[in-house]
């Protein structure tokens, strides 16, 4: 595996490059001075696809959701 190590100034001025490399598989790390802060690595994993109204009906919302809150209530949401 390739290792590159670039500075943070470095990093900035060509963070588009660096993003295509860590995507093709190098190690890219990035130090302020020699010291190593980060590593650059490319997200494998996929989060599902989020489908509109997949909970539908799971939590229902009644009337009383929708009426004042008792003062004594609202009192505690204020402290």
Do not use: C
């Not at 590159?4 to 190690?27: D, I, M, R």
Request: hydrophobic letters at 45%; zero cysteines; glycine letters at 6%.
């Amino acid at each position: 595996m390739i290792v590159s190590t670039y500075t943070l100034y470095n990093a900035k001025t060509h963070l588009s490059s660096l993003v295509e490399q860590a995507f093709a598989g190098e190690e890219v790390i990035i130090a302020k001075g020699k010291l190593p802060l980060v590593k650059l690595v490319p997200i494998t994993e996929s989060r599902p696809q989020r489908r509109f109204g997949a909970m539908k009906g799971q939590a229902p919302v009644t009337e009383a959701f929708f009426e004042a809150l008792p003062d004594e209530e609202l009192d505690a949401w204020a402290q």
